[in-house]
């Protein structure tokens, strides 16, 4: 299924700097980015809950946040791009 992740981590403080980096890091391993703080993700239940796991635990949640938006396995008609950046085949090869 496509999971989409998007977050926003106050970075005003070395802390939250860190997090930042922590977030994007974990996210980079279960997905590809296709904005700044938005990386979609192929994944399966379970991996969903992994990841989903390993971000709640490096974020503030006082002053950070993230949304995770399940698009399921019919997701190709839900996505649409308009722009610069062209998509990508999320189940084809990320790297050549």
């Not at 809950?49 to 396995?73: C, W």
């Amino acid at each position: 299924m496509l999971m989409l992740i998007t977050y926003d981590v106050d970075t005003t403080t070395a802390a939250g700097r860190r997090r930042l980096r922590l977030v994007a890091k974990q996210c980079v391993n279960y997905g590809q980015r296709v904005q700044n703080s938005v990386f979609e993700c192929d994944v399966d239940a379970a991996t969903a809950r992994l990841v989903k796991a390993k971000l709640t635990a490096v974020i503030d949640p006082e002053t950070d946040s993230l949304r995770f938006y399940n698009l399921g396995n019919s997701y190709q008609k839900r996505v649409e791009h308009v722009g610069a950046k062209p998509g990508y085949n999320p189940e084809g090869v990320l790297m050549a």
